[in-house]
Structure formats: structure tokens, C-alpha cells
């Protein structure tokens, strides 16, 4: 039987095949062990210089990313729950969430992303990448314990539309999670203006240079600053408030390749606190938390169980 080996008396991945519906007929090919489940009307996802990032999971600031994104929820929670992660990007959530013992499709719009994704995750058991549109995923509806969506909802055209389409797949008593963009304002706001308006006219390659220079500078000018004064108690109040400091941990590729996505992918709309509370309450979810994160600039992470 295909998927299992009676040699090895296991199951098996399958890397190369497809997927078939006897219902509607239809077909769903499986490449380099990722089925690419978008529909004939799907959108395909941006290029990410996230192809190039190889996840080290045991890095401890990545599993302290992790935790911090899915507060107030405790990482220790998801064991033996179904999550889907929706938006997997290259794959560093869906690790995290396999590593604390959930079952975890990795979904993804990007034929890029699903290859990173399944670069760093597909030695792990628990993760499942699939090619798919977060909007109309191809999974039956009440499925998943747990969907988390981070970092995608405010650069698609309608991130309400996309929010209140994830909830069909969060069983009854289920959680959905996500993380947003808050506001910007000032200095801020106008700096990210300008910088998307001059990536716009930039190629991949070209781009993807652009990021390197302004990676470089942030290093030198506020990532290596705050490394060595955030422990300076006169200092500290001015290291803070860098551009960017806090990511002064990450591997210099990972953050060229950060710069690079945000710079390409456009943002659409950026999220209050009491809109994502109004989301949530509009979807008929209890329990509903939301949580101001603060990074050099505004973020909320919500939560809410479905009813």
C-alpha cells in the first residue's frame, strides 16, 4: 500500500504522487513531499528570501519567539492537539508547536515558503507542510484544536475576510490565534512608507541587495548599540528605542530575509487592539484576550475559543 512499508513495518512518507477527490475528481499533485492543494482560482503566494533561511531550532531565541507569539497561551498546551498554522512561512512556528507535541499542518500560499518550511521541518514526524490558500484551505471544517495565524492577516487585501474565514476550521471549543500589526505613527510610519514605495520598483535581486544594506546598518548602527548598553541603566532608555533593536539575536540572513519579506510584501491594514476584539466578538468566539506586544513598534496577539 502506498504510505507503507511492510518491510519496515512503518509508514512512510510520500514525496512524489498525488492526491485524488472521488467525489469531485479532482487532482492534487505531490512534489518533493509537499501536496500542492491550491485551488484552480488560488492566488500563489510572493517569493520569500526566506528560501535561503536555515531554521536552527535549537537557537533559544527562536523557541523564545515562540512562546512570546502564543501568549497567553502556554506552549506546554498544545500537546496532543491538531494544529494548523496558517501562513507557515519557513516553518519556525510549526517546529516549535511539533516540539511541544502537537500535530501541525503547515500551510502556505508560496511554493517558496512550503520548500523552506519542509526544509527545516520535514524531519520531524509532527509537521505536515501543504501548499494551500488560508482563505479556502483544503481540510474539512471543525478539524483543528488549534489554528495560529502570525504575521500574515494585515498584508492580505481584506485581513477581516481572511480572519472570519479561518473559523470553519477551529473545531467547536477550538482556539484560534493570531498576531498582528498595530498602528504606526510618526518617524516610524513615514520611514516605512518611503521604504515601500522604493522597493516597489526593485527586482528580486535587486531587492534582496537593498535588504543586505539596510541589514548591515542596522547591525552597526542600532542592532551591536543595543547589545552592548541595554545593560547600562543611563543608556538603556535611548538603546530601546532603536530601529529594529530587538532583533539583534537573529542570524544576519534571517534578518535580511525579515527585511526583505516586509519590504515586498506590502502591508494593507494595520490592526488596533479594539478592532481584533471587535473581530473576535463579531465571530461569536468567548473567552477572547487581547494583548499588546511592544518591539519598537505597536503588535497585538489575540486569542478566542470558538463556541
Partial sequence: MPGL??????LVEIVEGAIHCKDCG???????????????????????????????????????????????????EYLG????????????HAYFAARYGAEVVALDSSAEAVMAANSNCGHLQRVHVVQGDLENPPFRTDLFDAVFCFGVLHHLEDARRAFGALKPWVRPNGLL???????????IAHVSKWLHGTANAMGDEQLHAFS??????????SHTPFRVLQHTPILRSFVTHLPAHDHHKWPFDVVVADIYDRLRVP?????TGEMLERWYA??????????????????????????
Fill in 81 to 92: 492537539k491538531l494544529v494548523l498554522d496558517a501562513g507557515c512561512g519557513f516553518g519556525r
Fill in 267 to 271: 502591508v494593507t491594514t494595520y490592526i
Fill in 26 to 76: 479532482a487532482s492534487y499533485p505531490i512534489e518533493e513531499g509537499v501536496p500542492r492543494m491550491l485551488p484552480s482560482d488560488g492566488e500563489r503566494g510572493p517569493a520569500t528570501a526566506h528560501r535561503w533561511t536555515h531554521f536552527d531550532g535549537d537557537v533559544p531565541e527562536y523557541e523564545e519567539n515562540f512562546q512570546d507569539m502564543v501568549e497567553p497561551v502556554s506552549a506546554k
Fill in 282 to 307: 463579531d465571530e461569536g468566539y468567548a473567552d477572547i484576550r487581547v494583548t499588546r506586544r511592544v518591539r519598537n513598534t505597536e503588535s497585538f496577539r489575540g486569542v478566542g475559543t470558538r463556541r
Fill in 212 to 221: 543586505r544594506g539596510l541589514a548591515s546598518g542596522l547591525r552597526v548602527f
Fill in 5 to 10: 512499508s511492510h518491510e519496515e513495518r512503518a
Fill in 177 to 187: 490565534q493570531v498576531w498582528v500589526y498595530g498602528p504606526r505613527q510618526g518617524s
